[in-house]
């Protein structure tokens, strides 16, 4: 930081205003919108949960899940310690589980920046360095920087320790050696042993410039191991007391089980990390990290070039090491994205070098125009990438889909209303959504997980269109909230005929519209001594029946009256709507259909559904009866009635359907709808 201060001081406006250009640019890509994607399944919501439930228990030793000790995620704690305390300071939501991993990605940044200016004293090549790790696809990406997972805070401290130890080799200041083996210990802490994989491009860098005896030689270094092993062993042995059988699950899931055989189908080819790198994670800059690693070779500040080594052997040799093992995960490779940058930084620094150096350019413009411009050319699209996706993030209509409850759960926590108590229905891992079940509870709304075939009257329903769609005939609802591949709704009444119901009945084939054929003939009447507005609505189907609608169910000369009728089939529903103009639907109110029905069977099926839906507050029921006392034969009465169960506004429209559960068709005449309104 010595060498950025220096620059201000000897008056160079230049490195102020591209120092504050830096921090407006990296804010977008690392802290923009982090809250506004549910958590995701796996790691981050067990991550999420751990922390939660740390903050409640105040363990901070055995992490545990639904309040047992976790076995499954056996990584040690240090990510989780830090995603608590960020819960401790601005409570439980999907920020504060992932502001660890985007501080990890600033302070990342920073690092790059002190190193860059002390090597070079130049402070474009540090904004070069930066803007390239920040607009890197598999750096900016989910179960990375943007999630709340291990991996940015675990390539922070790699990242640290690499270049600490390459410090300390070009200085001999021996503060670095010891902050090399800190961190380190903080690599480990945070992901096991995935910490280490960096060594052994270490080592190899040291052995190169022979400087492994005086290493070897020097108390510091064994000094270092020792607080290393103490740190590290003294979590391990402490875990282990309280959770015995968790250093042998360590080595299952870790190292046995992880890097030598195949963990939840993720065996991937040798070549996996490769193509994920050269076709999206690095794809704009690959090809200058190819160039980069030879041309750098050749630069005349040899400093830069030994740093160039040491950033390629770190590089390399990480990706041979994770590429040999069996199971693979394409976020594995996020610590060589800083080094990978660097790298590339250095190239591209020394081509900025030379356009500036460039005596036509230097007498034409004297603020490197020219050089900026080349900067601006080839950072706009990468940037503007990650702009437009960390800005507007948006999930894929899969991940909507697969995210359907905590997308429910985050509408309900924004405007919560008057519920006080949420069923969810969902089956299989339930990681993402138990950790909104903790957000609901900080509401101060109690959650709990109901089967779909187990629910009850006034329950508020959280579950998936799926689900949905198995008890929508069965119910009648209120839907509180307009979600995407889900559905809030408040039971208002539940009755199952699931076991009679035939499927034909909820997938009518025609709809016949009132409003567009008027077969109808409406009487009006009063009645006092009930106290009710009895409005009718009658046809014979022989007069206004010109719709193709009505037609396809006309069926002449089988009718009670005149010379028409209508049939009806397992397969034929027939269908007509209503619009309630002016009238409303009371508690008590009833709808009744009654007619004439001619069958060639006895006891046939007949089915009424009555459904009533209300566009403006978007509220729905549906009730269906069934009637078997037909006569096979002759013409027979029928009558069925509803009764809607709950208020609905002014213009609701009325849909009912009859069909029938019987291969053979049935005949309908004289049909007549009845509204008994309430006038209390």
């Known amino acids: 930081m010595k060498s950025f201060f220096n620059l201000i001081q000897n008056k160079k406006p230049e490195a102020i205003v591209v120092g504050i250009i830096i921090c407006i640019l990296i804010y977008f890509p690392i802290f923009s919108f982090l809250g506004t994607l549910p958590i995701r399944i796996w790691d981050e919501a067990r991550l999420a949960i751990n922390a939660v439930e740390m903050v409640k228990s105040g363990n901070l030793i055995t992490?545990?899940?639904?309040?047992?000790?976790?076995?499954?995620?056996?990584?040690?704690?240090?990510?989780?310690?830090?995603?608590?305390?960020?819960?401790?300071?601005?409570?439980?939501?999907?920020?504060?589980?992932?502001?660890?991993?985007?501080?990890?990605?600033?302070?990342?940044?920073?690092?790059?920046?002190?190193?860059?200016?002390?090597?070079?004293?130049?402070?474009?090549?540090?904004?070069?360095?930066?803007?390239?790790?920040?607009?890197?696809?598999?750096?900016?990406?989910?179960?990375?920087?943007?999630?709340?997972?291990?991996?940015?805070?675990?390539?922070?401290?790699?990242?640290?320790?690499?270049?600490?130890?390459?410090?300390?080799?070009?200085?001999?200041?021996?503060?670095?050696?010891?902050?090399?083996?800190?961190?380190?210990?903080?690599?480990?802490?945070?992901?096991?042993?995935?910490?280490?994989?960096?060594?052994?491009?270490?080592?190899?860098?040291?052995?190169?410039?022979?400087?492994?005896?005086?290493?070897?030689?020097?108390?510091?270094?064994?000094?270092?191991?020792?607080?290393?092993?103490?740190?590290?062993?003294?979590?391990?042995?402490?875990?282990?007391?309280?959770?015995?059988?968790?250093?042998?699950?360590?080595?299952?899931?870790?190292?046995?089980?992880?890097?030598?055989?195949?963990?939840?189908?993720?065996?991937?080819?040798?070549?996996?990390?490769?193509?994920?790198?050269?076709?999206?994670?690095?794809?704009?800059?690959?090809?200058?990290?190819?160039?980069?690693?030879?041309?750098?070779?050749?630069?005349?500040?040899?400093?830069?070039?030994?740093?160039?080594?040491?950033?390629?052997?770190?590089?390399?040799?990480?990706?041979?090491?994770?590429?040999?093992?069996?199971?693979?995960?394409?976020?594995?490779?996020?610590?060589?994205?800083?080094?990978?940058?660097?790298?590339?930084?250095?190239?591209?620094?020394?081509?900025?070098?030379?356009?500036?150096?460039?005596?036509?350019?230097?007498?034409?413009?004297?603020?490197?125009?020219?050089?900026?411009?080349?900067?601006?050319?080839?950072?706009?699209?990468?940037?503007?990438?990650?702009f437009n996706k960390t800005v507007n993030p948006n999930d894929t209509d899969y991940d909507k889909q697969f995210y359907n409850i905590p997308y429910s759960i985050k509408k309900v926590l924004k405007h919560p209303g008057d519920i006080k108590e949420i069923s969810i229905v969902h089956s299989g891992y339930n990681g993402q959504v138990e950790f909104y079940r903790h957000m609901l509870e900080q509401k101060g709304i109690k959650s709990k997980y109901v089967d779909i075939n187990n629910i009850n009257d006034s329950q508020v329903i959280i579950c998936s269109e799926e689900d949905f769609n198995k008890i929508s005939p069965d119910i009648v609802y209120e839907e509180l909230y307009q979600v995407k591949y889900s559905k809030v709704i408040r039971i208002i009444k539940y009755d199952s005929f699931r076991n009679w119901m035939p499927d034909a009945l909820l997938k009518p084939i025609s709809i016949a519209c009132y409003d567009t054929c008027s077969p109808w003939r409406i009487n009006e009447a009063t009645n006092s001594k009930n106290k009710q507005n009895v409005i009718t609505v009658f046809t014979d189907f022989e007069s206004g029946m010109d719709c193709e609608e009505f037609k396809s169910h006309l069926d002449k000369g089988m009718a009670f009256s005149g010379n028409n009728s209508v049939f009806i089939s397992k397969s034929h529903v027939y269908s007509v709507s209503f619009k309630c103009k002016g009238k409303s639907f009371e508690k008590y109110d009833i709808i009744e259909i009654s007619g004439k029905i001619y069958s060639q069977n006895p006891s046939p099926e007949l089915y009424a559904n009555l459904n009533v839906e209300n566009a403006e507050k978007n509220i729905k029921t549906e009730r269906k009866v069934n009637m078997n006392n037909v006569l096979a034969g002759s013409w027979t009465d029928f009558n069925i009635s509803f009764n809607p169960l709950t208020p609905y506004p002014d213009n609701s429209e009325v849909l009912i359907y009859l069909v029938s559960n019987d291969n053979n068709k049935l005949n309908i005449d004289d049909l007549r709808i009845t509204f008994l309104h309430s006038v209390k």
């Open 63 to 386: 992490t545990s899940y639904e309040s047992k000790p976790d076995i499954w995620n056996t990584k040690p704690p240090l990510m989780i310690w830090l995603q608590a305390l960020s819960m401790k300071v601005i409570g439980i939501n999907e920020f504060a589980v992932r502001l660890p991993s985007a501080l990890a990605a600033f302070f990342t940044c920073l690092l790059l920046f002190m190193v860059t200016i002390r090597y070079s004293g130049n402070i474009w090549f540090s904004a070069i360095t930066i803007l390239i790790l920040v607009t890197s696809q598999g750096y900016i990406h989910n179960h990375a920087v943007r999630t709340g997972d291990y991996d940015a805070l675990l390539a922070f401290f790699m990242a640290g320790y690499s270049l600490c130890i390459f410090h300390y080799l070009n200085t001999r200041n021996k503060q670095y050696y010891r902050y090399f083996f800190v961190l380190i210990t903080m690599a480990v802490l945070t992901k096991g042993i995935a910490g280490l994989l960096f060594l052994p491009g270490i080592f190899i860098f040291v052995v190169a410039v022979r400087m492994l005896p005086a290493l070897l030689k020097d108390r510091t270094t064994w000094y270092g191991l020792f607080f290393f092993i103490a740190c590290v062993g003294s979590y391990y042995l402490l875990r282990e007391s309280q959770n015995p059988g968790y250093l042998k699950n360590v080595m299952e899931n870790e190292i046995a089980g992880r890097y030598l055989s195949e963990i939840e189908n993720h065996k991937e080819p040798y070549d996996f990390y490769f193509k994920k790198i050269y076709y999206n994670r690095f794809a704009y800059f690959f090809p200058l990290f190819g160039f980069a690693i030879f041309g750098n070779l050749f630069l005349k500040d040899k400093q830069l070039t030994k740093f160039s080594i040491f950033a390629s052997i770190l590089v390399i040799s990480f990706l041979l090491i994770i590429s040999a093992g069996v199971s693979k995960m394409e976020y594995y490779d996020l610590p060589i994205y800083p080094f990978m940058a660097l790298v590339t930084g250095i190239f591209i620094y020394s081509i900025y070098n030379s356009i500036t150096n460039f005596k036509l350019e230097r007498s034409a413009f004297h603020f490197h125009v020219i050089p900026v411009l080349f900067l601006f050319i080839l950072f706009f699209n990468p940037y503007t990438e990650i």
